[in-house]
């Protein structure tokens, strides 16, 4: 029922305004989307929102507002805590809205 996750190696970043707000070597992907391991956040730009929505083969996934100088990008990032068994590779990796931060992957 779910998509494959698949786990790359390389190099992304997220990038608001040309500040990283997160840089990995190691990540996962599925339907497009890059996928960041917690450790690769950097946690100083985020807060946690209200916002919750539902994936029938992820789950519940939480939402981050990401604060980059004086510009508050709301509900920009995403993340699974529980995610059900087709999406368990996912688990607190952090996935971007492409229309507010710019993912790059080498």
Do not use: Q
């Not at 497009?32 to 690769?40: M, R, W």
């Not at 100088?69 to 990796?93: F, I, Q």
């Amino acid at each position: 029922m779910g998509k494959p996750v698949v786990p790359r190696t390389g190099h992304a970043t997220a990038r608001i305004n040309g500040t990283v707000v997160a840089d990995a070597t190691e990540w996962r992907e599925t339907e497009g989307n890059v996928y960041f391991p917690p450790e690769s956040v950097k946690k100083e730009y985020f807060s946690g929102t209200d916002l919750t929505t539902w994936c029938p083969w992820k789950g519940d996934a939480s939402y981050y507002s990401i604060d980059v100088g004086s510009a508050k990008h709301e509900n920009a990032a995403w993340y699974y805590k529980e995610p059900l068994a087709g999406a368990v590779d996912l688990r607190d990796h952090v996935a971007f809205y492409k229309t507010k931060v710019e993912v790059t992957v080498e």
